[in-house]
Every structure is written in C-alpha cells, then in structure tokens.
C-alpha cells in the first residue's frame, strides 16, 4: 500500500449539520450574545495588522478604560479566556520564590493560587468558606506576616454569589508595597467597580459574562505601579508564557510607545470584532444604567425566590452578586435533578456550586442582554415547575 492512501475515513459526525440549539444561558455565563454582538463577530475577516484592525484594538482599549474606569495605558486584551487574563497577571507580576497572597472564598482564589504556585511563587492562601468576606484588617494581618509582591481578591466571586467590596484594599496595599490584582470577571457591568480611584494595580475581566461578547477574549490592564514600580519591565527572570508575556502583548497592543507594532501571535479577529461591539453597547447604556438596572433585576429575582419559599445562599442582600444569584438547595431535593429537569423542560441553563460550592448551590446568572424583568420571570417559572415535578429525595 502506498503511504499516500488514507486509511482513517471521514468520521460519521461531519457529514452531519452542527447542531447549536437556542437555549436561555441563565447560569454563570456564557450569557446569551445579542444579535448586534453576533453580527459583528460575523463580519469579513481582515489581517490581524491591518491598520484597519489596530483600530478596532485601539477602540477596545478605550472601551475597556471606559469599563474599567482607569486611564492606564498598558490596557489590552487577551486572546483567551478568563485563566489567559488570571495567568497574564501573575505570570507577569510574579517571578520563582515570591510570597503571594490569595483570598480564597470560593474557587477563583483556589485557581490563582494554582497559577502562581506553578509559576514557583510561595504562596499564602487566606481561606474562608464559599462567600465568605475578609476585613480590610485581616487582610492587612495577613499582608503584614507574609509579606507578598502579590495581593489577590475576587471582586464578583460567581461560584458563592458574593460581590466583595475593594474600598481600601489597594492603600493597604500600596502601604505593604504589594500590587492589588482583582478578577471582575463574572461583576464587570453587573456592579460598580473603579480601577483608578480603588487603586487596583491589575483588573481583568471575561468577555461572556454582563458584556454578552462571545467567550474566547478577556480584557486586562495594568497602572503604571505595576509596570514601572513593580519591575514588570525590569525582572531577572522572563514569565513563564512566551504567549502572555506582556513585553509582547503590550507591543501588539500598541501600548509601548514603539512606532511599529510586531507580529507576536495571530489574535482572534471575529473575537476583537464581537468585543468591541459588547463595550460600544456598554458605552451607549452607559455604566451606571447597568450596574442599576442589575440590581433592579437581581432584588425582583431575590424577591420571587423567597416568595416561592427559597434560600438564598448569601445572607447580607448587600453584599450578593447581581449577576450570578446563589440559592441555598433546597431541603430533601436533589440539585441534579432539578437543573437536568430545567434544561430538558424549559431549556434552560442553571447551574450547580462549582468547586468548594459544589452541593451548596444552585445559581441563576441573569447578566447583561439577559437582564430583563421577563427573563427573572421564567427563570422563577423554571424553578417554580422544578419545585412541584422533582421528586424529593430521601435527604
Ligand atoms: N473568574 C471568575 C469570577 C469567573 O466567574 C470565571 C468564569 N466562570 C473565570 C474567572 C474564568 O473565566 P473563563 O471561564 O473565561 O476562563
């Protein structure tokens, strides 16, 4: 036989049409794409260093400084996902044998200790249960003992429902001579947040959450602390990602202040293209419109629940995620049963704790497009029938 003879067949399932079925993404993202967002990621595709697409990324930059309420100009983003933004902030702000210090209340904090511990860095976990909340005191307890390069919190932590309040945290920080990193990756547009003025040194967020965009693209900025005094242009080590190393990014980016922009990789222009739409919409409605209209929506929500005699997982209304609502399970049922339930009936996607919150919870993300007084309806009417048809369990 000659070695230019297939022997591997074209396999049964692409010679069939790819199945994409429309379903109310009402869990922790993704989140329903508006069809402007959809339309835009659909346009003709153009070179990744066209003048044409620099001035989409130029545009994405703003809109993210809009987003973000920050002026910084290392301000870009990723072509990734959420972990490429939690890894480009530690890979970059990190080098082997550094304390960091992590806040951990869920499974975010346990990830970006991960990271930073792969990337050789001695790290401090300050640990509480799922939505648990630190005081500014602890936290400067803690930074005081450990003494890190790296201070880390989940602003939005999705898989408990908590919005962790930032007021303070970043003078502390300045104070112990630490960066502040925060992950706004499930608040960003769900609940106010203001890099500059909370002096957050490192912001990231995702693109599938409140921004409705498509996942696949997370927007990251770092102050000039981070850059300048933190030593990310001057380390004796190179981060550990050639693909994340903000030398090249920030180039790409066209952040360095170079007159040319360098091919580093090849970024996903469909993904830019959807982004840049997501923050326009952002930009139009205006931060203050959506950071209200997400407490509307989630206080209607909290309110149906608790009428139809649920629990919800965070205690203090004040201090609960707007955009990812967490419900305690509720007594003698069986969580799989009713989010399988939902799905197959309503097709619609709720979703159970994830990592330490596993068991705890069920969660309702109503972020962004999906922030609608009409969706909280049928997400209540979802679990209302969930309620009557799911057998209760022994317990
Ligand atoms: N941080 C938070 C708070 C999140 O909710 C998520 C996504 N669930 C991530 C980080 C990770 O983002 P991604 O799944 O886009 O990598």
Not at 346 to 363: C, F
Request: with cysteine; charged share 20%; aromatic share 8%.
């Amino acid at each position: 036989r000659s070695m230019s003879t297939v022997t591997i067949p074209p396999p049964a399932c692409m010679l069939r049409p790819l199945e994409a079925p429309l379903r109310y993404l009402f869990g922790p993202g993704p989140s329903n794409v508006p069809p402007r967002i959809l339309a835009a990621g659909a346009k003709p595709i153009i070179g990744h260093m066209h003048s044409e697409m620099f001035e989409v990324m130029d545009d994405i930059k703003e809109g993210i400084r809009y987003a973000f309420q920050t002026q910084n100009n290392m301000t870009i983003s990723m072509s990734g996902s959420g972990h490429a933004a939690m890894e480009c902030a530690v890979f970059n702000t990190v080098e082997p044998g550094e304390s960091v210090l992590v806040a951990i209340n869920g499974i975010w904090g346990e990830r970006v200790a991960e990271i930073a511990e792969r990337s050789g860095a001695k790290v401090h976990r300050l640990v509480k249960a799922p939505g648990g909340y630190f005081s500014n005191k602890e936290i400067e307890q803690a930074m005081q003992k450990h003494k890190p390069v790296l201070f880390f919190l989940t602003h939005g932590e999705s898989s408990a429902g908590l919005c962790h309040l930032v007021d303070g945290i970043g003078d502390i920080c300045r104070k112990h001579n630490c960066l502040f990193l925060v992950d706004t990756v499930a608040s960003l547009g769900a609940a106010p947040i203001f890099m500059d003025k909370q002096n957050i040194d490192i912001l990231y967020t995702g693109s599938q959450k409140a921004l409705n965009a498509p996942p696949g693209t997370a927007p990251i900025s770092f102050n000039d602390r981070a850059w300048y005094h933190h030593k990310m242009f001057n380390r004796k080590t190179k981060p550990l990602s050639y693909l994340f190393d903000m030398t090249y990014l920030s180039n790409y980016w066209g952040c360095d202040g170079k007159p040319a922009r360098i091919y580093h990789h090849t970024g996903p222009v469909s993904g830019f293209f959807a982004l840049r739409e997501s923050l326009a919409i952002l930009a139009e409605k205006g931060l203050e419109e959506s950071w209200r209209k997400h407490k509307e929506i989630a206080a209607y929500l909290y309110k149906g629940l608790e009428d139809m005699g649920l629990k919800l997982f965070i205690p203090d209304r004040d201090l609960r995620l707007p955009s990812v609502t967490t419900i305690a399970i509720p007594d003698g049922y069986d969580w799989r049963e009713m989010l399988a339930y939902i799905m197959k009936h309503h097709q619609m996607e709720m979703t159970g704790g994830l990592g330490p919150s596993v068991g705890m919870v069920m969660r309702v993300g109503l972020m962004g497009y999906n922030c609608e007084k009409f969706n909280a309806d049928k997400a209540l009417h979802a679990l209302q029938d969930a309620l009557k048809n799911c057998k209760k369990s022994k317990a």
